[in-house]
């Protein structure tokens, strides 16, 4: 059973910085996608960015700039640095998985439904 957990989240003020990680165990094969999402309440959860296993990285274009994905295949974690947060920040942090078949045409996508395996996800909350 493949089991994927964030965590690192936290209150900081506006301007501040968190570091999230998210880690994957069980039989998720060599091949994956993990991406990071959010959600706000009353809102749909939305993509930060995502990697394969390779490392190649996709961001959501509202991401860029203040938000960095880094991955470490070895270990099966995805990092999520998040600078300058600012209050609208403030929202559930998700990490999922899924297995990545590119001799089929696997892709990563977007949406989270699209994952196989989700975390419990991890709060941060960012006060002015």
């Known amino acids: 059973q493949v089991h994927v957990v964030a965590s690192g989240g936290g209150s900081v003020q506006a301007g501040g910085s968190l570091r999230l990680s998210c880690v994957a165990s069980?039989?998720?094969?060599?091949?994956?996608?993990m991406g990071w999402f959010r959600q706000a309440p009353g809102k749909e959860p939305e993509q930060i960015a995502h990697?394969?296993?390779?490392?190649?990285?996709t961001y959501i274009d509202s991401s860029k700039g203040r938000f960095t994905i880094s991955l470490d295949n070895a270990k099966r974690t995805l990092y999520l640095q998040l600078d300058n947060l600012q209050t609208e920040d403030t929202a559930m942090y998700y990490c999922a998985m899924k297995p990545l078949h590119r001799s089929l045409g696997g892709y990563c996508g977007r949406a989270i439904s699209e994952y196989d395996w989700r975390g419990q996800g991890t709060q941060v909350t960012v006060s002015s």
């Open positions: 069980g039989p998720t094969g060599r091949s994956y996608c």
């Open positions: 990697s394969d296993n390779e490392g190649r990285t």
